[in-house]
């Protein structure tokens, strides 16, 4: 038997920070962070995750980061919306594989289509693409446009009875259990290697897309839900240091609460870059109030690379995001929440990785 999950049991808290490399080279955040919800309903609640690629040839990818977070959470919310008055789940899964990932990448291309229609390629960019890559990097953006704005994307929906997650690229989706058992959402994709990653601005993107539809029972339905960029997964020495920070944030929800990590998340994730990756870092969670149990602090914490304590003094979290409005969602709120209470939509400031044919990123 099926659980139905009403808008109480599920919250989110949200940052972006820009990588500290990026932040020494005045480069803005590539990465994206975005909730979407109908103004007349909770559900379904959708929450997507965008890194742009910060090589040479993708030099708009702050602009492409943006539009795959809002194409993605309001394809997704509309797929929902259409079944909403009969949820089958077998229809859903068949229906979705075949059809949100070719839907969201021509929503993507008409974005950027439109944005270089406005906003047309300057002698300006293909002057510095040429002084950092070459003659040769100018020639690939000429041929294909959506290279400079390359990106990644992270969606995960959540309904009455399942929970839909869909993933292009690097960067992580992680459940965590009421037992603080963790694993990821989705299986590995053998493509993502070293610096390489599918993305959306490669020719056939829609075949390189992730799908699942996990259905929600009383024994199956996660406490928590972390999406993250990989500036978050490649700060961490080790994969168990990283896999062990979605159990400490559940951990954390039970002891401190989500004040606590609303008003400390953008520092962490700032210590994170700044000691680790370098690059921009992106953590969105999603989690079920009636799951946090209060619980004792664990000893350590590794929700940053450098294993900040929950007891730790942490110093007031800058403002260095901005809201952004959407464009064509009339009947839709859009909002990130930073603080509770408090709704905010974040994604500005410094790149990420690199985009070539194959996908090739460089920091």
């Not at 609460?257 to 953590?283: H, M, P, Q």
């Not at 901005?322 to 603080?339: C, H, R, S």
């Amino acid at each position: 038997m099926t659980a139905k999950l009403n808008s109480t049991d599920w919250r989110i808290i949200g940052e972006t920070v820009p990588g500290a490399s990026h932040l020494r080279a005045g480069i803005p955040n590539q990465d994206a962070i975005l909730q979407l919800r109908e103004s007349s309903r909770a559900l379904p609640l959708v929450l997507a995750v965008s890194d742009g690629h910060g090589s040479p040839k993708c030099f708009r990818s702050n602009f492409g980061s943006r539009f795959a977070v809002k194409k993605s959470a309001a394809l997704l919310s509309e797929f929902l919306d259409d079944r909403r008055n009969g949820f089958d789940l077998k229809e859903i899964e068949t229906s979705g594989k075949e059809f949100l990932p070719a839907e969201f990448v021509k929503r993507w291309r008409n974005s950027v289509e439109d944005h270089l229609e406005k906003n047309p390629f300057t002698d300006e960019e293909f002057k510095k693409l040429e002084e950092k890559s070459g003659a040769e990097a100018r020639k690939l953006v000429e041929e294909n446009p959506f290279l400079a704005y390359g990106a990644t994307s992270l969606t995960v929906a959540v309904e009455e009875n399942f929970i839909l997650y869909l993933q292009l690229g690097d960067g992580d989706i992680m459940l965590v259990s009421e037992k603080a058992e963790v694993t990821r959402a989705l299986p590995d994709d053998a493509r993502l290697f070293a610096n390489e990653t599918t993305s959306l601005c490669l020719p056939h993107a829609e075949k390189d897309f992730r799908f699942f539809v996990q259905e929600i029972s009383a024994e199956n339905v996660p406490a928590l839900i972390m999406l993250s960029t990989d500036g978050y997964v490649n700060s961490f020495s080790e994969e168990a240091g990283f896999l062990k920070a979605g159990s400490d944030f559940l951990e954390l929800l039970g002891t401190e609460g989500d004040d606590f990590i609303s008003e400390n998340l953008g520092t962490w994730l700032e210590e994170t870059t700044a000691t680790g990756s370098g690059d921009d870092t992106t953590v969105g969670i999603i989690y079920r109030p009636e799951a946090v149990k209060k619980r004792s602090a664990p000893d350590k914490l590794e929700i940053t690379a450098t294993e900040v304590s929950a007891s730790s003094n942490q110093p007031e979290q800058p403002e260095n995001s901005f809201p952004l409005t959407p464009e064509n969602m009339e009947d839709m709120t859009v909002t990130i929440t930073i603080k509770k209470d408090k709704n905010k939509l974040l994604d500005e400031a410094a790149p990420k990785k690199d985009v070539e044919q194959g996908e090739q990123k460089n920091s």
